[in-house]
């Protein structure tokens, strides 16, 4: 497994600028790339995987347009990916955690380093949790985590557990055993949602102990991380000594949390934005889940893209009519 972030041809962002950044590669995300890329704007897409997304964990899709189905939402999402990569849109796999968007740069920062574009597309879905389960925020910082690629290295030769049953997920349980003497992954399905090679790699992996139909139900310890509770399917609670909790949850409230309030939300955290899908900065465009405002259905977080991207044209060249090639 590789620390940095990994894409076909990935780009050395300590020193590349780029038109426009996409943060989110779901259907509103790559749709929008689509349109940036063959409008000749240097796109980039930083994306956690294919299956981390609220479409690229459906089991099943037979009403997109023109695509014949039943297919997944992964297999979906990579069609619409292939589509954008044909026209120079550029893809990495990273997790985004600080952005600074008030200036005419805008930088985006993820675990592997720093982007900077002129203008942003936002596409980071619903998929965050809005409750947390008892201990959780308190330990935040003291045991507990969101990204092993930041924190693994603190849990050297040490238990940790690791919730969650995506790509994202097994990255990090997997990344977890360089470091940990054991991860106890606690799976809340009956099977993974993830790839088919993460899967392998993960059964394949000698310290890495499964817990299949396991839900969190609290994280143990005074001043620091000490153990978990889990509850089994089957019935019962189950204690687990660990001395750190990694946890790839997902929910339906907005991801917004890299942005550190920078932008203007609603009461419920979605983003606002105004006809030509901009947010309250200047440059700054968010799509899709995030704006709380339709029934979420993949077409229409990709027509969202569509209309984010035509507008980022019109923003960056100051025309009156988009440069797309309809054709």
């Known amino acids: 497994m590789s620390d940095r972030p990994t894409s076909a041809g990935s780009p050395d962002h300590s020193t590349e600028q780029y038109d426009v950044i996409i943060v989110g590669a779901g259907p509103a995300g790559a749709s929008a790339a689509i349109y940036t890329a063959r409008a000749d704007l240097k796109t980039l897409v930083i994306d956690k995987g294919l299956t981390v997304g609220a479409l690229g964990v459906t089991g099943k899709i037979s009403n997109y347009p023109g695509v014949p189905g039943p297919l997944s939402g992964a297999e979906l999402l990579a069609i619409i990916r292939q589509q954008a990569e044909s026209f120079g849109a550029q893809f990495v796999t990273d997790r985004v955690v600080g952005a600074d968007v008030g200036s005419d740069a805008k930088i985006i920062t993820t675990n592997g380093g720093s982007y900077e574009a002129k203008a942003v597309i936002i596409a980071t879905g619903a998929m965050g949790r809005a409750a947390t389960v008892d201990g959780e925020e308190r330990l935040l910082g003291k045991g507990v985590s969101y990204c092993a690629t930041c924190d693994g290295a603190f849990f050297r030769g040490r238990p940790v557990a690791v919730v969650g049953n995506n790509d994202e997920a097994l990255e990090e349980a997997l990344f977890l055993t360089k470091f940990a003497s054991s991860v106890q992954l606690i799976v809340p399905t009956t099977s993974f949602k993830a790839s088919d090679t993460l899967v392998k790699e993960i059964e394949h992996a000698p310290n890495v102990v499964r817990h299949f139909g396991a839900r969190l139900s609290a994280v143990q310890g005074n001043g620091s991380v000490t153990g978990i509770r889990i509850t089994l399917r089957q019935g019962g609670d189950l204690d687990l000594a660990v001395e750190g909790v990694f946890i790839y949850l997902q ?77």
Not at 252 to 268: C, V, Y
Not at 277 to 293: E, H, K, N, R
Not at 303 to 322: P, Q, S
Request: proline share 4%; charged share 20%.
């Open 251 to 327: 929910g339906s409230h907005p991801i917004t949390d890299f942005l550190l309030g920078q932008l203007e939300t609603t009461p419920q955290g979605c983003l606002k934005v105004d006809d030509h899908m901009q947010t309250s900065v200047p440059g700054i465009f968010a799509i899709g889940d995030l704006l709380c405002t339709h029934v979420k259905q993949a077409v229409i977080a990709a027509a969202d893209g569509v209309v984010a991207a035509i507008e980022v044209e019109k923003h960056l060249n100051h025309r009156a009519k988009a440069k797309i090639d309809w054709g």
